[in-house]
């Protein structure tokens, strides 16, 4: 490829081509362009599309742990996650023992570093917005093609900024040194008010969507593209932050309408393209399996429709020495147990796991299924059975790892586990040679299958590319690491990310609708959540409406409730929980706010939006796991001597079991007998080996450790290095400003 003299461009460029997916072809074109200058590049149609196509480079959310600019949370137990129901752990948001300040908050803004700093990739943005716009070779079909993909971006920079700060500088210029300027005066720019924040990103948004085709014309090659769905998608999930009690705490009806006809907007338009909608809407097949098909084909190109509006593609290209075209998504390395070569799992709470509604979409208690705390997994929300494994199930992958398996011994008997992927079985359930501490919260057993440690009962599977559901998988196993650094195990994966996908957008717009307070838009909203529960429910419960409560349409507090509840259910695990969270101030109501600024104590949602809601604050609990052990059998050793070993059951296949006894109608017996030979036989398992539901301590404390979010943590504050950079940047009201002999904050993101 031929170096053209713009700075950084040829590296730009190269990084671009390298990191792109098989699917995104986009990002791959191997052409050369031969040699521009700064003036020349937005001259050249292509020169100018490659740098589009590095923006996708630097600006796609990257499916990994930890959170930071680069990595927004993604189902990953990050700290912002382990602030949740979804995963345990003390995060420092959360910890009680932890003060949160301007020296330890995480930094989301700072970077020396302009390619992996935020407002460096702001600069990327204005750069091509310029260029394109100031281009006299470019036609305006051209010009609308690339400056939609550039809007968008710069939304989405500021979108992942301000939804964490509240207002940030808005710099919409490539701004450049001034001669004489030697302090750099011109360059500072002050905080903008989170309303003015939020109308800039939804002008870029909106120009996006009028620019941007609803989808493009040559699929296979340009998906991934952002798309005008895609654009208005971003806008009303930016309007729907914006009308949400943490920024409206006088719940202005305004703002949800504003929010409303935005995520109406994209509905639309993604309907208009044909391209996007409910994935497998009508075909849920067996326990959800085409509800969880979705997350690996993410194109819909088995005839359904495609969820994927906002997707980080990946691919599984073996690492060569000097190239850097692979880019793995490690999701399905870091789900699998470690058994499996996998990267140890991922360890769900007891109480999300209680948390899914049984069969009929009635939650425990209110069903006509009673839940047996033993075997958790009968008659459960199909989308249960592809969120979570348990001890028994079935989850098969292409390869054989058993030969780093490690013989126990058992009377003589051999064991070879982890076994043949295809015939990979997960039993994760615990012992204890000290009966004293089957009991005990603090303590946990010694494991099954090579399995100790916290992850002895329930397993995160959401988004997992199982044989059972995907035939053709994502990745590619390898036993061992190779000579040339291959990753082992389920490393190279080329299963996508979905930032946005079309279930949100409709969940986005149901809330919207509700806040409103309009019957019209309410009724709407009830319609829409009995849309996203009719693509995984049997169409006999469609009668009975999925198990909603057709009384909230009427009933909004209970209906913001109902479309709460159905987002943590459709979109667990995948990244949306904290911010929802964040939204709607639940880990204490809202409670603390006027501590920090008087104007900021709710007055709309009575006072209140936990007691408004009707659920339980978050604070002041504590999480647990869930460890499904044996009290009738104690073992040798660690790791070693199983008793259950001989007695195990086949394991069941979800997509053809039957976990849910058929009611009869009668309420002194209200379901039927299993079916299912293979689930009737694992049940039996449980209850004749005396396989015991404990909830263990996540937090590892034997002591009183609970959750306590701090009311200045739902709008943090800049870190220390930010305001030493910036001696005249405001800090955030409620943090310490270090520029200002340590006083405090004088910023107000709720100002407009």
């Avoid at 001669?179 to 989170?194: A, H, I, K, Q």
């Avoid at 399905?332 to 007891?350: D, I, Q």
């Avoid at 780093?404 to 204890?432: I, R, T």
Wanted: hydrophobic residues 35%.
């Amino acid at each position: 490829m031929n170096n053209y003299n713009y700075k950084g461009a040829a590296a730009l460029l190269c990084a671009a081509l390298c990191l792109g997916s098989c699917s995104d072809q986009f990002l791959q074109d191997k052409k050369s362009y031969g040699s521009f200058g700064a003036a020349t590049i937005y001259e050249d149609y292509d020169g100018a599309k490659t740098r589009i196509d590095y923006l996708y480079n630097l600006l796609l959310p990257v499916s990994a742990s930890g959170i930071d600019y680069d990595t927004p949370s993604t189902g990953v137990a990050d700290i912002y996650s382990k602030s949740t129901e979804e995963f345990a752990g003390l995060s420092a948001f959360v910890d009680p023992e932890t003060i949160v300040d301007y020296t330890n908050v995480q930094d989301l803004i700072f970077r020396e570093t302009k390619n992996v700093s935020p407002y460096g990739r702001i600069r990327e943005c204005n750069d091509i917005i310029e260029g394109v716009e100031g281009s006299k070779s470019l036609n305006e079909e051209q010009k609308h093609e690339l400056l939609g993909q550039a809007y968008f971006f710069r939304a989405w920079c500021y979108y992942r900024l301000v939804k964490v700060y509240g207002g940030v500088p808005i710099i919409d210029h490539v701004q450049n040194p001034i001669v004489g300027d030697d302090g750099g005066n011109e360059l500072v720019v002050p905080r903008s008010t989170t309303k003015q924040c939020i109308d800039f990103i939804c002008a870029d948004l909106q120009k996006a969507a009028d620019y941007l085709p609803a989808a493009w014309p040559y699929a296979g090659e340009d998906f991934g593209r952002v798309t005008a769905g895609t654009a208005l998608a971003l806008k009303g999930r930016t309007l729907l932050l914006w009308a949400s009690p943490l920024f409206n705490r006088a719940d202005d009806k305004q703002r949800w309408a504003d929010a409303y006809e935005a995520n109406k907007a994209a509905i639309d338009k993604l309907d208009e393209s044909g391209v996007f909608g409910l994935a497998y809407e009508g075909n849920p097949g067996v326990n959800a399996t085409n509800w969880g098909k979705m997350f690996v084909n993410y194109t819909g190109s088995d005839g359904s429709k495609s969820e994927a509006v906002f997707v980080t593609l990946y691919n599984k290209i073996p690492w060569v020495e000097a190239s850097d075209y692979h880019k793995y998504n490690n999701w399905e390395h870091t789900v699998r147990p470690k058994n499996a070569m996998g990267g140890g799992g991922l360890t769900p709470t007891s109480e999300i796991v209680d948390l899914f509604p049984m069969a009929d979409g009635k939650r425990a208690g209110e069903s006509a299924y009673t839940y047996d705390k033993q075997c958790f997994f009968l008659n459960r929300d199909p989308r249960f059975y592809r969120t979570f494994a348990f001890p028994g199930v079935r989850w098969r992958f292409t390869g054989n790892p058993s030969a780093n398996s490690k013989p126990a011994g058992n009377n003589g008997q051999v064991f070879d586990y982890p076994y043949n992927g295809e015939d990979y079985a997960l039993w994760n359930y615990a012992w204890y040679e000290d009966e004293s501490n089957e009991q005990n919260p603090g303590k946990s057993g010694f494991t099954a299958d090579g399995l100790a440690g916290s992850h002895t009962g329930v397993y995160v599977n959401k988004r997992s590319d199982d044989l059972d559901v995907n035939e053709t998988p994502l990745y590619t196993f390898n036993i061992q690491a190779a000579s040339n650094g291959a990753p082992s195990g389920f490393k190279q994966s080329a299963a996508p990310y979905m930032e946005i996908r079309y279930a949100e957008v409709l969940l986005n717009l149901a809330e919207a609708a509700c806040g409103t307070g309009d019957a019209g838009h309410m009724n709407e909203a009830y319609e829409a959540l009995k849309r996203i529960r009719s693509r995984v429910y049997p169409s006999e419960l469609a009668a009975k409406d999925y198990g909603l409560d057709a009384s909230i349409r009427s009933d909004r507090a209970r209906l913001f409730s109902a479309i709460l509840y159905e987002r943590q259910l459709e979109l667990a695990y995948e990244g949306k929980r904290f911010d929802d969270m964040r939204r709607w101030m639940l880990w204490d109501g809202g409670q603390g706010q006027e501590a920090l600024k008087a104007s900021w104590k709710l007055t709309g949602f009575g006072g209140n939006t936990c007691q408004y809601l009707g659920v339980a604050p978050l604070n002041g609990t504590r999480r647990h796991t869930i460890e499904v052990y044996t009290a009738k059998f104690t073992a040798e050793e660690k790791n070693g001597s199983d008793p259950l070993y001989t007695l195990r059951p086949s394991a069941i296949n979800l997509t053809r079991a039957g976990l849910t006894a058929e009611l009869t109608g009668n309420a002194a017996e209200p379901v039927k007998e299993l079916t299912d030979k293979n689930v009737l036989s694992l049940v039996n398992f449980y209850r004749n080996n005396q396989l015991t539901r404990k909830d263990y301590n996540a937090d590892g404390n034997s002591v009183e450790n609970v959750i306590r979010f701090k009311p200045n943590c739902y709008f943090i504050g800049f870190k220390q290095n930010m305001m030493q950079n910036n001696t005249t940047l405001e800090q955030t009201v409620g943090w310490t400003d270090i520029n200002r002999g340590g006083a405090d904050g004088t910023f107000d993101p709720l100002a407009e």
